[in-house]
């Protein structure tokens, strides 16, 4: 699925370290990988086969959250220290679930997650919140059945404080609903505030399948992209389509004006599947008319020929003027991969302003042409980034997963609403072998950003905890404490910041408080509660995070 988190779908949370392919695609360095972490309940996952994440902003860290299916399909929410699991929906049968935040401008210290799901030829819609303040809770809302008999491959997608769009497929059509639902929206209870069902592929009368969907903002209007794949029984064809919301409101006809035929492929000699779409918002000041779509490419009159494809689109207008820029072959660089499996990409719209995507690899067996350290048989996550315009930012690929032997599959990955933070890359995929779900933060270089360890001993955000040039005293404190640290003349922005235990922003100092060369501040910590704070030093060169205590009666 498309948005992003978790582990173990509750049960560790592990941060993933990368290893990176040379030019001449040899394994560099192994992959670093932090201790994995029990989440609350000790949930096992078991024949888990999809994922969704999606992330937000909540006093300086992100609030992860990702859906699972399997055995016990699952909601899991890690920010800092916190990490919460349970069970979604109600009943057995559920598969395909997929998450999206809320992004609300009066959140505070809470976020907002609608997880939609597939459950007896029907699609579930759920709500549920999560609150940050007093040790965190993560809690269910109502449940809005969205389409009913055979419908199947949910998307979800929201923007603003209560805008939602569902996408599915139903009897071989692309069919929508779009309007509000969650804590957020007073009446989100009855299914009558999401409007009527929209049919996208009338346009594309039958063989519609694997829709998604991303709703963005073009400076004026919401808008919503919607993508899927249509088999015309000789050939197979990726199409895209762009609409205004107002238009499902009021009923307006999907026009066929609107419907852009990105490839087309004779059929069954070649295949397209799994297509996914982000979108560049209005609300992130880039060309909001920019969108990246992927999908998975198969020739089936070779013995293995996989590849995943990449089309930057772009509109003039809204309507029919489009175009899109010239495909890119993910699997060419450093080393030509189409060869191997290459199977369910993922694709998200960062804060580092380009694209991730992520998908599905494993070695075929045919000489020369995979990655050396990767045996045949295993399957692993495989990332690659790419600019506005479509093209490869670096030459090698990164290695998603949590080492090179171990099992990785259905990764999903987002970034989108984690806006203000010295990263923003979030994303999770399954472990089949340790029935697990994995978890990582990333930076824009791909760089591990920190472990998210239950015991708070490290939060995420920090390149580092052992900075000699940042001290902290007296350590532990009663009522006040003073940072000593010197800013260096190369450094163009500056922020240090105090989280405590759940990862709330307690106090900050900023470049009005600070200035270049040494600084000496002091802290009144005189009102705070006794316990664990952590202080955050983010400049242009990295981040640092140190951990101090606070002990005395205040409790």
């Known amino acids: 699925m498309k948005k992003l988190l978790i582990s173990k779908c509750g049960l560790l949370a592990l941060l993933i370290g990368f290893s990176f392919f040379s030019a001449n695609a040899q394994i560099t360095s192994l992959i670093n990988s932090t201790p994995a972490v029990p989440a609350p309940g000790g949930v096992f996952v078991a024949g888990a086969t999809n994922t969704g994440v999606s992330a937000v902003d909540i006093g300086g860290l992100p609030a992860i959250a990702s859906v699972c299916d399997g055995l016990i399909p699952r909601i899991n929410v890690i920010h800092g220290a916190n990490n919460f699991t349970q069970p979604i929906g109600v009943g057995g049968g559920i598969s395909n679930p997929d998450i999206t935040v809320i992004p609300s401008s009066f959140a505070g210290t ?3 997650y609608i997880v939609a799901y597939e459950q007896g030829g029907a699609i579930i819609a759920q709500d549920w919140t999560y609150d940050a303040w007093g040790g965190g809770s993560l809690t269910p809302g109502i449940t809005v059945t969205i389409c009913s008999g055979g419908c199947t491959s949910p998307n979800v997608d929201a923007v603003n404080d209560c805008g939602i769009g569902f996408v599915y497929e139903k009897s071989g059509k692309i069919k929508g609903r779009f309007g ?3 804590a957020l929206c007073p009446t989100a209870s009855a299914p009558s505030n999401l409007n009527a069902e929209v049919t996208f592929s009338d346009c594309t009368p039958g063989g519609n399948d694997d829709p998604d969907i991303s709703l963005f903002h073009d400076g004026t209007n919401t808008m919503t992209n919607v993508v899927y794949t249509h088999n015309s ?15 499902f409101i009021n009923a307006t006809p999907v026009l066929c ?9 004779p059929f069954p000699a070649e295949d397209l599947q799994d297509p996914r779409i982000a979108s560049v918002s209005g609300d992130i000041s880039h060309d909001s008319r920019d969108c990246q779509i992927v999908v998975a490419h198969t020739d089936a009159t070779l013995p293995v020929f996989e590849e995943i494809w990449g089309y930057t689109h772009r509109w003039n207008t809204y309507g029919p003027n489009q175009y899109t820029l010239a495909p890119r072959d993910l699997c060419v660089s450093p080393l030509s991969i189409q060869y191997c499996y290459n199977r369910k990409p993922v694709v998200a719209f960062t804060n580092c302003n380009r694209y991730m995507v992520e998908w599905e690899y494993e070695a075929s067996g045919v000489a020369g042409s995979c990655l050396p350290g990767l045996a045949p048989g295993t399957q692993h996550i495989l990332t690659k980034k790419l600019d506005l315009s479509g093209n490869f930012i670096g030459t090698d690929y990164a290695l998603s997963n949590y080492n090179t032997t171990t099992t990785a599959m259905a990764p999903s990955v987002c970034g989108r609403y984690v806006l203000n933070l010295p990263f923003g890359i979030e994303s999770v995929h399954i472990n089949p072998t340790f029935g697990q779900m994995l978890v990582k933060s990333t930076d824009c270089n791909l760089a591990d950003v920190a472990k998210q360890a239950a015991d708070a001993g490290t939060l995420p955000g920090a390149s580092s905890t052992d900075d000699s040039n940042f001290k902290a005293y007296p350590n532990p404190f009663e009522n006040s404490l003073s940072f000593e640290f010197e800013i260096e003349s190369n450094v163009d922005s500056y922020r240090l910041e105090i989280l405590d235990i759940h990862g709330r922003l307690v106090d900050s100092f900023d470049q009005t408080d600070l200035k270049l060369g040494l600084n000496q501040i002091q802290w009144n910590a005189a009102e705070q509660v006794a316990g664990t704070y952590f202080i955050r030093l983010t400049s242009s060169k990295g981040v640092t995070m140190h951990k101090v205590i606070k002990i005395g009666a205040r409790f």
């Open 233 to 247: 029984g000789s050939t197979k064809s990726l199409v895209l389509q762009r609409h205004l919301i107002v238009d």
């Open 257 to 265: 004006a609107n419907n852009f035929i990105l490839e087309t492929v």
């Open 110 to 112: 809470v976020a907002y």
């Open 180 to 182: 509000s639902l969650g």
